[in-house]
């Protein structure tokens, strides 16, 4: 299920989700002319700086968020003719053929069938596209969940982290060659209290949040943060490259 974000708070934190998209716009060759997909575009952070990098080229961006894409139009405004705005979940076929390359930070651990994921994305591409993205993967918020299980009872299943070899094959059975895929612990601090309080419910626990009455959500957060040895979210991140199949 695609849920909704609170997109103006999401825009108003102190994101890691920046220096994971400036590492993954590294990994993306790029002449300046290309037509990128970035798949999970949020409200428009990486395709701001993504369009920095395309003088002469354009972005697809797609998401299923409908609060994400709002903000990014709002972001955006003035470069919207060289953006097409698509509202789509990622596992399901895509309206888009022959993009020149693929872009993605932070979506696809929200995502449970990778396989449907990668093979919409390879479809979206033309043969020999580069594809470069940064999700959570194996390891991924270990702390977080452990003290969401004391504070439910139960183990969170809203996550898909991935590691990196079960990536890999995901990948090349899509259609994808020249595959690399790593996992770099990245640890995100945050100022104790409000900050982090918000971060977690914005950022990290928005998914059971959903189910609970708006009135519980406060004592909620709090509870998991009381469960936190430190105002820190113990991040890993699956990094990848690879390219599509073909010339």
């Given at each position: 299920?695609?849920?909704?974000?609170?997109?103006?708070?999401?825009?108003?934190l102190p994101l890691p989700h920046l220096r994971w998209g400036r590492r993954t716009l590294e990994r993306l060759p790029l002449t300046g002319a290309e037509t990128v997909l970035e798949a999970g575009c949020?409200?428009?952070?990486?395709?701001?700086?993504?369009l920095d990098l395309l003088?002469?080229?354009?972005?697809?961006?797609?998401?299923?968020?409908?609060?994400?894409?709002?903000?990014?139009?709002?972001?955006?405004?003035?470069?919207?003719d060289r953006v097409d705005v698509h509202q789509a979940d990622l596992t399901r076929p895509l309206p888009i053929t022959g993009a020149d390359a693929a872009f993605s930070v932070a979506t696809f651990h929200w995502i449970h069938d990778h396989d449907a994921l990668f093979a919409n994305?390879?479809?979206?591409?033309?043969?020999?596209?580069?594809?470069?993205?940064?999700?959570?993967?194996h390891g991924n918020?270990?702390?977080?969940?452990?003290a969401l299980a004391k504070v439910t009872g139960e183990e969170p299943?809203?996550?898909?982290?991935?590691?990196a070899e079960e990536t890999r094959r995901r990948l090349e059975a899509a259609g994808f060659t020249d595959v690399e895929v790593t996992l770099?612990?990245?640890?995100?601090?945050?100022?104790?209290?409000?900050q982090f309080e918000s971060y977690l419910t914005t950022v990290v626990l928005g998914a059971q949040l959903d189910r609970l009455p708006a009135a519980e959500h406060r004592d909620f957060v709090r509870a998991v943060a009381a469960e936190l040895p430190e105002p820190v979210v113990d991040y890993v991140r699956l990094e990848f490259s690879a390219r599509r199949a073909g010339s």
């Open positions: 299920m695609i849920r909704e974000w609170d997109a103006a708070t999401y825009d108003s949020g409200t428009g952070r990486d395709t701001e700086a993504l003088p002469r080229g354009r972005v697809i961006a797609v998401d299923g968020s409908a609060r994400m894409l709002d903000r990014l139009r709002d972001r955006l405004a003035d470069r919207l994305i390879a479809r979206a591409l033309r043969p020999g596209a580069p594809f470069a993205a940064d999700c959570g993967g918020v270990a702390r977080v969940r452990a299943q809203t996550w898909n982290f991935a590691g770099v612990p990245d640890p995100a601090r945050l100022e104790a209290g409000e």
